[in-house]
């Protein structure tokens, strides 16, 4: 018994010597990782660096979390690029392995979601008037987003110069014409189970929609064991997922060292344009396309900025939007938009209307293009935007989700992998705002839909 206060004091010292750590270990590291560039290279400047590396290591195990050994694991390799690139020419493996495990996570993930997604609300045609305006809403938003994004990644270009090792000759290889009508045909499957080995998303995806709509027109009774079965699978990838991250420090600490190893810290300034990119356009998504919505709509700014507050910042602490929907649906109906369109909108939106992660998926895709030193024509550009308005449905719930689509995206149009490590080192940062953009979407997406059936309460 008496040592109880001590232990409670320490539960409570805790967050404290982790940020004093953390604040430690970065300054160490990044003085002596820019200390080459004004003093030239030294022995003791690496043996600093690995002392930062070590106060970090330290933190860790005191607060350890996923995104953290992530961002850790792209520290580490990054040293140990800089400091043995014989070493990490060998760790190339490491980051295979990780590869592989995701993209058996991809046909599977999408084809449960979709049906879900679909087939979870019952008879399509009971939905009625509110399903319609909120799906045409859904998909306005989402196109604006992803060409927002295109948009974005051309003008600054964020890849070019990355020069990942190999990938834009492997690249080139693979790569040929596609015909707008070869691309229509390629959509339909003709085999499902083939389309799944093959890894053509796409037509896993048009199977899953077209599967989930046929599963709207069956009796309940029918359609229960169907859905529940497809909900099961889902349940699995995700946890199947879940489990697949926690080899993710090691694939990313992997993938960074041998990039490095062979272009040096080249590689580091295309990703901070990649970050900066990101988050400037979620910036312009928000003031450019919600709030005219919003002014359009005429709901009331200031009590909807207050009603999302906790909500959005529940998504950007955990980077989930799953995390935030109970709260998110609360506050929509202290808001004044009546329970059974928050019951519709709400979740439907974490299904279709994911704003900030397919404005990511439209900036991460060209850079790995660009990356590649692939020059994407505004063609091959709309297609892409077309395959991520399918496979980006239904990805929220779980951090990191858009690896997933990201993976089959590349995939699909011939484009390198490599690259992926990479933004993945710095996803973790650009997951907060993504996600947080997520819900604040959702959330105004009830809002309007509840507006344009006269139906938003709570005064103006």
């Given at each position: 018994m008496p040592e109880r206060p001590e232990s409670e004091s320490v539960r409570k010292n805790a967050p404290a010597q982790f940020r004093a750590l953390v604040l430690a270990g970065m300054a160490i590291f990044g003085v002596a990782a820019v200390a080459p560039l004004v003093f030239?290279?030294?022995?003791?400047?690496?043996?600093?660096?690995?002392?930062?590396?070590?106060?970090?290591?330290?933190?860790?195990?005191?607060?350890?979390?996923?995104?953290?050994?992530?961002?850790?694991?792209?520290?580490?390799?990054?040293?140990?690029?800089?400091?043995?690139?014989?070493?990490?020419?060998?760790?190339?493996?490491?980051?295979?392995?990780?590869?592989?495990?995701?993209?058996?996570?991809?046909?599977?993930?999408?084809?449960?979601?979709?049906?879900?997604?679909?087939?979870?609300?019952?008879?399509?045609?009971?939905?009625?008037?509110?399903g319609i305006k909120s799906i045409v809403y859904f998909e306005i938003i989402t196109t604006i987003a992803l060409f927002i994004g295109i948009g974005a990644i051309n003008l600054t270009r964020a890849g070019v110069g990355l020069a990942v090792p190999g990938a834009g000759a492997e690249a080139a290889q693979n790569v040929t014409p596609m015909h707008w009508q070869d691309f229509i045909l390629h959509i339909f499957p003709d085999n499902i189970v083939k389309a799944a080995a093959d890894n053509q998303i796409l037509q896993v995806a048009v199977f899953a929609i077209i599967f989930g709509i046929a599963l709207t027109r069956i009796s309940a009774a029918k359609r229960a064991p169907v859905l529940n079965f497809f909900e099961s699978l889902t349940h699995a990838m995700f946890a199947f997922t879940n489990i697949v991250m926690y080899y993710a420090p090691i694939g990313v600490g992997a993938a960074m060292a041998y990039t490095v190893g062979h272009v040096g810290m080249s590689a580091l300034l295309p990703l901070a344009k990649l970050l900066g990119t990101a988050y400037a356009a979620l910036a312009a998504f928000l003031l450019l396309v919600l709030l005219p919505v919003i002014l359009l709509a005429r709901i009331p700014l200031k009590r909807f900025l207050r009603a999302i507050a906790e909500p959005a910042t529940i998504a950007f602490a955990t980077s989930t939007s799953e995390a935030a929907l109970p709260r998110a649906m609360e506050r929509m109906e202290e808001f004044g938009v009546p329970r059974q369109i928050v019951a519709f909108v709400i979740p439907a939106g974490y299904s279709f209307n994911l704003d900030g992660s397919t404005l990511y998926l439209a900036v991460a895709s060209v850079f790995v293009a660009q990356a590649a030193g692939m020059h994407m024509s505004l063609e091959e550009q709309f297609l892409m935007v077309l395959m991520l308005m399918l496979t980006s449905k239904g990805i929220a719930g779980v951090p990191r989700a858009t690896l997933v689509v990201l993976m089959a995206t590349s995939s699909l149009f011939h484009l390198p992998l490599e690259p992926i490590f990479l933004i993945l080192g710095i996803d973790a940062l650009i997951d907060m705002a993504r996600t947080t953009v997520n819900v604040i979407g959702n959330c105004l997406a009830c809002a309007v839909v509840a507006r344009s059936e006269g139906q938003l309460g709570g005064g103006d």
């Open positions: 030239g290279p030294h022995a003791w400047m690496a043996a600093t660096r690995w002392i930062g590396i070590g106060l970090l290591a330290a933190a860790g195990i005191r607060k350890p979390t996923l995104t953290y050994w992530i961002f850790f694991s792209m520290l580490t390799g990054f040293e140990i690029g800089i400091d043995r690139p014989h070493i990490a020419a060998n760790l190339r493996i490491l980051s295979d392995i990780f590869l592989r495990l995701i993209k058996l996570i991809v046909a599977p993930l999408i084809l449960g979601t979709l049906i879900t997604g679909i087939a979870g609300h019952g008879d399509l045609k009971s939905v009625g008037r509110i």
